[in-house]
């Protein structure tokens, strides 16, 4: 979530009972935002399904470890996240949360939001969806929950936390995204090192935090990894710099267990 510049021109607006949804464009960008004065989703205008904000491509950072065949996308916004996740996966089956209809029918109109059988939303609540979710039926999910000003509070809950780890499968991942880091002693990251194997952070350069649990131990990857070159191929968002930029989370693990 980042603030607004002043040069752009509202292109669409819409209004629902929780505040306005506007679309703004600038000469090469197209943002959507829920009150004009931070940034919930930005694409480039000529390639909707290239993700712009840095926090935004490091979420994506999961599949360079395990590349997931079905996904949960929680706080669809302009769709960013779900159109990289289909162009870089071209065989990944996508569900996505959103909590207000007419953010979803601007994602359509305005974003390029994917028109494919691989992809399903459901509008509503996206804490009840995960407490619904059947054990183990994402080997992916990402969580990016913010209303117009602040960050969604279900997003910092331990049980939250417990509801996504018990909806992905024994090999999956969860990415949350926080606008600021939580207390490295506190419930919340505690809670995250007990139901993960390992647990990975990332710091943005806006200090947007992304932290990352994996099912299973993993070790932090070299950011010349051929992978990433692969990755970078397919998906050009600076592979190797953001995985440059990946910390474990291993000391606060150790606490934990002690």
Known sequence: MFGLSSQGDIVHAARDKLGNILVIDYRKHRVMTFDSVFEQSKVERERPWLPVHEYNRAMLLPVAYSEPETALVLGLGGGVLVSGLMRLLPDVQVQAVELRPRVLEVARSHFGLPDSDRLNVFCGDARRYV??????CYDLILTDL???NRMSPAQS???FIRQC???LTDRGWLALNFHRMP????TLLREIHRQFASVLIFKSKTNNYVIYGSKQSVTLMESNDRRLKELEDR????WNKL?????NGGPLRRQVQG
């Not at 407490?131 to 183990?136: A, C, D, I, M, T």
């Not at 995985?243 to 910390?247: A, Q, V």
């Open 157 to 159: 809950q331990r049980q």
């Open 183 to 186: 207390d490295e002693n506190g």
């Open 131 to 136: 407490e619904e979710s059947q054990p183990g």
């Open 165 to 167: 780890s018990r909806a």
């Open 235 to 238: 998906l050009p968002i600076g």
């Open 146 to 148: 913010y209303q117009a």
């Open 243 to 247: 995985m440059g930029k990946l910390r």
